[in-house]
């Protein structure tokens, strides 16, 4: 079995001091020209408020920071690095084109300002971005300014509250599914609601009669994630949005995990009223380190009025941003959004095409199966069914030779490969979500499935995993609780 150490390169680094200790006087990175402009007094400047003694920064060279930096990248495992299964975070590849395409100059060196008229092919790729997102969910309206799916959510669920606003009501209650992600009652109740939580039934769908049992004249609406975070259809889901559209309630989906769905079924069509995409995960937009995220939305008929402003229009091939809607919650984004983003999910959509998208699910779906049939006799499914893009297991049937979730995540970093997500959906006990993606070869899950046996059947459960890595694993409770963010120098 091959360790991911082995392709660390030709460095050997086995262990990295604090740029801190390696601070030495005088070192600088950068270099100033000499002042062309005369010199004024900043403790004047400052009234004698500037701080006493120097800052205590590491001082060092640009390429001693630069190493710093380039060996610790190392140590992580990444999507450039090898497969990394993170169930309902779809962490595939990234198309190199798309990067490409978003560092051109063309489109780095625009200005959120610039005049209208010089920015026409960029309205122009918003506007199309915006026409292919209608298309894919089946639903009248778009907005790109979200920058996150939970910002998504939180702009949708502002939209239910205008529809319910203008018609007079103030419906206070948002129902939620116990499959729902953590980010679904947190975004309701930022936007001031009270959430209800209904029960997926054992066989892992929510039923009719659990939401049934919730609805009443208070109930603004109703967040589904479909394909739900156990990897399955919602079967149930023309019968909810019935239910809840006679209640004048309305049906957000949460569409994270659209790459289950692309080309196969329209939220539109199941009776949508809103849904969020995450371009950082179905449309290859680089996601994880904390990158800028990307949370556009789609809207039925009824939330039209509402989205927010300024819009993209398209006049003929005159494309202008148009603020005057009354009913619009406003700005819920600086300018426009993450353009970066759009940029990279704009390419990846023209690229792949109708067909592509489609292909893209189906494989997705495909390599998801081909994980479950490779695993289902070493891992547990508690609940078993039509899997899309991802499946749940757990570590039922493990205990007795000692292995848990966390420790089988945690061995599988000495593989070279990013743990799954652990302990979520909250309604499987100590669940174990894997979704591949399609980007993955047949050779890397055979890769991966073979990694995951190894650990099972010749690793030993007694030990700290992982163990082959330049840092063992932490003691998860100290680190939250006992935080030490200061550096103690030595003098
Ligand atoms: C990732 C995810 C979200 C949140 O998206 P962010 O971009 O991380 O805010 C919401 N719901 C589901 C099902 C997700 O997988």
């Known amino acids: 079995m091959e360790f991911l150490n082995k392709n660390t390169g030709n460095t050997v680094v086995l262990e990295e001091d604090l740029l801190f200790e390696r601070s030495h006087t005088g070192a600088c990175g950068i270099g100033l ?59 595939k590849h990234n198309p190199r084109l798309n990067e490409e395409v978003a560092r ?40 790109l300014q979200p920058s996150a799916g939970a910002q998504g959510e939180f702009t949708g669920l502002l939209l239910i509250s205008a529809y319910h606003r203008n018609k007079g ?17 947190a975004s309701a109740a930022l936007a001031g609601f009270n959430i209800v939580q209904v029960a997926t039934g ?48 309305l049906l957000y989906i949460d569409g994270a995990n659209m ?17 969020q995409f995450n371009l950082h995960k179905t449309f290859t937009t680089p996601h994880g380190g904390g990158g800028p995220g990307s949370g556009p939305i789609a809207v039925s008929e009824k939330l039209l009025p509402y989205l927010p402003i300024p819009r993209v229009e398209n006049s003929n091939g005159n494309y202008s941003l148009n603020y005057s809607f009354s ?46 049939s490779q695993l289902k006799d070493v891992l547990h499914i508690p609940v078993d069914g039509n899997h899309l893009h991802e499946v749940v297991f757990n570590d039922k049937n493990l205990k007795d030779k000692g292995w848990d979730t966390s420790k089988i995540a945690k061995a599988l970093i000495d593989y070279g490969i990013h743990p799954p997500t652990v302990y979520f959906p909250l309604c499987v ?7 591949p993606t399609e980007t993955e070869s047949k050779s890397e899950l055979d890769r991966f499935v073979a990694s995951l046996k190894e650990i099972l059947s010749n690793g030993d459960s007694s030990v700290i995993y992982p163990k082959r890595v330049f840092r063992e694993k932490v003691d998860e409770t100290k680190a939250a609780r006992e935080l030490k963010l200061t550096y103690k120098f030595k003098d």
């Open 169 to 185: 009501k103030n419906r206070k209650t948002i129902i939620t599914a116990d499959t729902s992600h953590g980010t679904n009652p």
């Open 33 to 91: 020209p000499k002042l062309d402009v005369p010199a004024i007094n900043i403790q004047k400047l400052f009234q004698n408020n500037l701080r006493k003694n120097k800052a205590r920064l590491p001082e060092l060279s640009e390429p001693e920071v630069v190493r710093h930096f380039t060996r610790l990248s190392t140590w992580n495992c990444a999507i450039d690095l090898g497969i990394y299964p993170l169930g309902s975070c779809t962490m």
């Open 327 to 372: 009913k619009s919650i406003g700005r819920v984004k600086a300018f426009y959004g993450n353009y970066g983003m759009f940029i990279r999910a704009w390419c990846y959509i023209k690229a792949l095409g109708d067909t592509g998208l489609r292909q893209v699910s189906e494989n997705a779906i495909l390599n998801a199966n081909y994980i479950k």
């Open 202 to 249: 054992s066989d892992g769908y929510v039923t009719l009669d659990s939401v049934k049992a919730v609805l009443n004249d208070d109930v603004a609406g109703m967040m589904l994630t479909n394909p739900n975070t156990l990897g399955f259809f919602e079967k149930n889901i023309l019968q909810i949005a019935k239910l809840l559209h006679d209640n004048d309630s």
């Open 429 to 435: 006990k100590n669940a174990l979500m894997i979704e």
């Open 259 to 275: 790459n289950a769905v692309l080309g196969l079924s329209r939220p539109g069509d199941y009776g949508a009223d809103v849904i």
């Open 104 to 143: 051109s100059s063309e489109i780095c060196e625009l200005h959120p300002y610039d005049p209208l008229e010089w920015s026409q092919a960029h309205l122009q790729i918003m506007y199309e971005l915006q026409e292919d997102l209608k298309n894919i969910t089946g639903m009248p309206g778009v907005s």
